[in-house]
């Protein structure tokens, strides 16, 4: 065979496993990808808040009696001394029929006694007039030298003791009054009727300049003394108070920074932390898990202004601050793995990925500090699966990462 022809074959050959090992070669694995970046840097932890009156204040019946009806609403404004609501005597029960008919028996037994205690009353006046008259002639007879001085003081006892009657029986009219006055109220209010207009009521006043957050009774009725009726609030005063796992709430101190979203408004809040309670307490979340949870309590710094349309019992996301930075290198959390008791990361360099040990930092959310490994503009796989092997082929897709 001649050695041209025999060339030509072996070339086709190697062109044939050539066309054929390429054939076979596993596809590139597509991977999401992320670029290595530096600039600002925030370590913090976040949870679900509600905003809170920092003084509230509960507006009470003071005494038992009738509410008339609460005209104001919540988020009328009030100043301090305006009226809130009003009081009146509570009215009396009503009584039965037999109970009413002793009771018609009573005013008029009532009416007899005062008719004969001024008859009583004339009579011991008519008595105290003769025993003036005879007081007045014995004294003339007296001067006269035509008596006896002890007639003249028989007289003067006569009309004294006509005196006190008087006065006794003057006081017995009086009484007498009373008891009929007493006899037609208990018949007045036989029917349950409630006090006329003209009855003295008890004006409740607020105590503070704000505005009214909610009305626990609107209608008219019977109220017991120390039942709520109001509630009463100066938003001004607004804070926030959010329960944060115990691992977490103690990394705050009191004035760390505290950024509020995710609340309505378009820009978020800036807060500080004002408090963190000592004690804490249980809670079971939403998939049952017992959790040891801790109330924080974070002032508003915001001017007003940005959180005039923020009420009581609102919702807000809170962000702890805890570190942040300026210039920080930092790659997504997802990114990282352990390797041999050490993190790391796959690179992505001319379409293979290459395993890379690194030194994180602090980590936050879904970001995290690289110390030393990785520079900035590097390409790392976001989400490594088991299939990535070091020195593999990958096609890298940048989905909405950096």
């Known amino acids: 065979m001649p050695l041209f022809k025999k060339i030509l074959i072996l070339l086709t050959a190697l062109f044939i496993l050539v066309l054929l090992g390429l054939a076979l070669r596993p596809a ?11 600039g600002p840097f925030v370590e913090y932890v976040e949870d679900e808040g509600r905003t809170r009156l920092r003084n509230p204040y509960t507006v009470t019946a003071p005494i038992s009696g009738h509410l008339r009806r609460v005209i104001l609403e919540p988020g009328d404004p009030v100043d301090a001394g305006d009226p809130l609501f009003r009081l009146e005597p509570a009215p009396a029960p009503g009584l039965d029929v037999r109970s009413r008919e002793q009771a018609r028996e009573a005013v008029e037994v009532a009416a007899a006694r005062l008719a004969a205690a001024r008859a009583e009353l004339e009579a011991r006046r008519a008595e105290t007039r003769l025993a003036q008259q005879a007081y007045e002639r014995s004294d003339r007879l007296f001067m006269q030298s035509q008596i006896a001085a002890e007639e003249r ?17 003057r006081h017995g009219v009086e009484v007498a009054g009373f008891e009929l006055a ?9 029917d349950g009727q409630r006090a006329g207009d003209d009855m ?12 009214v957050t909610q009305r626990h009774r609107r209608d008219e009725g019977p109220v017991q003394t120390g039942e709520p009726v109001l509630e009463l609030g100066n938003l001004d005063d607004l804070e926030v108070k959010v329960d944060l796992l115990s691992m977490e709430a103690v990394r705050l101190r009191p004035g760390m920074r505290v950024i509020l979203d995710r609340w309505g408004g378009s820009d978020a809040l800036e807060g500080t932390v004002r408090r963190v309670e000592p004690a804490g307490f249980e809670k079971v979340s939403a998939l049952g898990v017992e959790e040891q949870r ?20 609102y919702r807000v ?33 001319e379409g293979r990925a290459h395993l890379r040990r690194v030194e994180i930092g602090r980590r936050s959310g879904l970001w995290a500090q690289v110390l030393e490994g990785l520079a900035p503009g590097e390409s790392v796989i976001a989400h490594p699966g088991d299939r990535i092997q070091d020195n593999g082929r990958v096609r890298a897709e940048f989905r909405g990462v950096p």
């Open 317 to 349: 996301e809170a962000r702890f601050v805890l570190w942040e930075g300026d210039d920080v290198i930092q790659i997504p959390s997802g990114a990282l793995f352990r390797h041999r008791d050490a993190w790391a990361v796959f690179t992505v360099e």
């Open 153 to 169: 003081d028989r007289r003067l006892a006569e009309r004294d003791a006509g005196l006190a009657a008087e006065r006794a029986a």
């Open 200 to 211: 003295p009521l008890v004006t409740v006043r607020s105590p503070i300049s704000g505005v």
């Open 28 to 38: 590139p694995i597509p991977v999401s990808a992320a670029r290595v970046i530096q």
């Open 294 to 313: 801790v109330y924080v309590w974070i002032t508003l710094v915001s001017p007003r202004e940005q959180w005039r349309h923020l009420g009581d019992g």
């Open 182 to 190: 007493s006899a037609r109220l208990t018949l007045e209010i036989a």
